[in-house]
């Protein structure tokens, strides 16, 4: 049974860094046919997929577009457990964060976890 | 503006069937499988129809989907009150190296 345990603060103020963890149980995170993603979700905007990292014998990232230029993904192999962070967020990046597996054959996200409601406020 | 186009919301009386249309472009849903997700009120999306057509175990047979040229239907027999939810489409877009989502439509079970 694969679970997604989410971690990390609720509350960032303007111009600072967002700072989520995904950790995993019942898989690995470098595992070949999979890749590990974080999305969001606010009223404005809908479901909005961030990026992913994941393990074809190198470690490659995904990155949404609009966020390319503050987004960093990570992995920990020895945790078992990735990351996000957003940098210079602004009030616009309040919504729920999910950190989701996708199955890298055919494309689905059949794990999810739990969500982090993240607001940027000062 | 989300990618992948569904209607904002929809409304059925129990036990009758409603369709949800996705579309999209032959950048998505036109080359990509397409997924389908449910999310009940105040929870996390769960994952109901996977590589176009097909359900994960636990999901009953009202469920449906079904994919013609850049558009994808999700259709669900026998409407019962626990069906009201946002239903969310996705696929991978080649274009634009991402995962794409339609804005979700919110089902109402009158």
């Known amino acids: 049974q694969v679970q997604l345990r989410q971690s990390g603060p609720g509350l960032v103020q303007p111009s600072q860094t967002l700072s989520l963890t995904c950790g995993i149980s019942?898989?690995?995170?470098?595992?070949?046919?999979?890749?590990w993603s974080w999305i969001r979700q606010s009223p404005s905007r809908g479901l909005e997929w961030l990026g992913r990292?994941?393990?074809?014998?190198?470690?490659?990232?995904d990155y949404a577009l609009p966020v390319k230029s503050r987004i960093s993904i990570n992995a920990d192999t020895g945790k078992n457990q990735f990351y996000l962070q957003l940098n210079s967020v602004t009030p616009e990046d309040t919504a729920v964060y999910y950190c989701a597996r996708w199955t890298h054959h055919t494309g689905y996200f059949d794990q999810w976890g739990q969500g982090t409601l993240v607001t940027v406020s000062s | 503006q989300s990618i992948l186009t569904q209607p904002p919301s929809l409304s059925a009386a129990p036990g009758q069937k409603v369709t949800i249309s996705c579309y999209g472009s032959s950048s998505n849903i036109g080359t990509k499988y397409v997924s389908w997700y449910q999310q009940l009120p105040g929870t996390v999306p769960e994952l109901l129809i996977y590589?176009?057509?097909q359900r994960p175990s636990g999901i009953p047979d009202r469920f449906s989907g079904s994919k013609s040229g850049t558009s994808a239907t999700l259709g669900i027999t026998g409407l019962q009150t626990g069906d009201e939810a946002d239903y969310h489409c996705?696929?991978?877009?080649?274009?634009?190296?991402?995962?794409?989502f339609g804005g979700g439509t919110k089902l109402t079970v009158l």
């Open positions: 590589d176009n057509d």
């Open positions: 996705a696929a991978w877009d080649d274009s634009l190296g991402a995962v794409v």
């Open positions: 019942g898989d690995s995170v470098s595992s070949t046919s999979a890749a």
């Open positions: 990292t994941y393990f074809r014998y190198k470690w490659i990232n």
